[in-house]
């Protein structure tokens, strides 16, 4: 590599292709965002039911207006909520069916009963039995008026498509964007308050992912993480700061230590990941030129700029003082009694020096 640090923003920074300005970065395709299918499938099921003719109108309000505020409200938009949101309406509608199925059946019974007294002329009969039948068929017309009900077959759907998502969760420590992938709070070892691995190169940084049944992040989830989804102005990403606060010196303040994790909250993303930029280079699954691997973000030492797009690359065994990374994750169905969730070492022995310069 380089014999200075200095060296490293500057120079490799000049031979890297021209970054894209910050706020015109694209975060992942809108396609592969697991919320924007998820929505988009719930409203495929909506279209399907009302073609069919079997919708439920006061279904079609509820399960509308959920989706509706979620889809055009906060940015980011807020996944988790919707999907609890969701699993409220999958409550209502399970019960709504049962009551109603239970209401139907008495109807049958009492029809039948009413029957029976027409027959055989049961005046008193008849008319303790219609009173009965007609209480009976107003709750049924109440139910369907203002519960949300879907048929068994609709409602199967729902509940698929609702489980499949419900399913998918972090490993813990980790944040959950738009339902697509985990990647760590913090910088490895992704502990608040302790101060992030440094000294660390590609091939280690990987290495140390994998043992805590994660990976690299790439870079477009890297950028992704630090741009913010598509509905936000991905310059918005975060909130105004002060590059010092962000321990990102901009060519201008001398070189600071690593920073803990977590230390300044006025530089965590709006998704909640911290320190995505200054504190330290990060390395990614990115290649350049096909043996070199991309890091991004900065670092405290001196750097060129302080925004999502702030990139170098490196030799992958490579391992500088300002080396860092973090780890990304599939969500997945959560480890049942988990007592040590990926990513929360108990071995600080393993973790690399937070100050050093240790070749790994």
Request: glycine share 6%.
């Amino acid at each position: 590599m380089f014999p200075r640090p200095i060296i490293l923003s500057a120079f490799l920074l000049l031979f890297l292709p021209a970054s894209t300005p910050c706020e015109t970065i694209s975060p992942l395709p809108p396609e592969a965002s697991v919320y924007n299918l998820f929505i988009s499938s719930l409203w495929d099921l909506d279209m399907e039911i009302s073609g069919e003719g079997a919708a439920n109108q006061v279904f079609h309000q509820h399960f509308s207006s959920i989706v509706s505020r979620f889809e055009n409200g906060a940015c980011p938009p807020d996944y988790e909520a919707l999907l609890n949101e969701l699993s409220d309406l999958s409550r209502v509608i399970l019960a709504s069916n049962n009551n109603l199925a239970d209401i139907e059946k008495n109807i049958q019974i009492t029809s039948k009963n009413l029957k029976y007294a027409e027959k055989r002329n049961l005046k008193k009969k008849i008319e303790k039995i219609q009173a009965e039948l007609d209480i009976l068929n107003r709750k049924k017309g109440n139910i369907e008026s203002s519960l949300p009900l879907l048929n068994q077959a609709y409602f199967d759907k729902f509940s698929s498509i609702l489980a499949t998502r419900m399913a998918e969760k972090c490993p813990e420590g980790m944040i959950l964007l738009e339902g697509t992938f985990c990647i760590d709070k913090y910088e490895y070892p992704n502990r608040k308050g302790v101060k992030p691995a440094t000294g660390v190169s590609y091939s280690k940084a990987a290495e140390l992912c994998r043992a805590a049944g994660k990976k690299l992040c790439t870079g477009n989830q890297w950028l992704r993480a630090c741009g913010g989804p598509d509905c936000r102005p991905n310059f918005k990403a975060l909130i105004p700061f002060n590059p010092l606060e962000c321990n990102s010196a901009l060519n201008s303040f001398p070189d600071t230590p690593p920073a803990p994790a977590g230390a300044s909250p006025v530089c965590d993303t709006t998704e909640g990941v911290a320190d995505i930029f200054g504190n330290t280079w990060e390395w990614t699954d990115q290649t350049y030129s096909g043996k070199y691997k991309v890091i991004h973000g900065g670092a405290h030492s001196k750097d060129k700029a302080a925004n999502c797009s702030q990139k170098a690359w490196a030799e992958p065994q490579s391992s500088k003082s300002y080396f860092g990374f973090r780890c990304c994750a599939e969500p997945a169905a959560p480890a049942p009694d988990s007592e040590n969730p990926a990513g929360a070492a108990t071995d600080t022995a393993a973790v690399p020096s937070a100050t050093g310069t240790t070749n790994l």
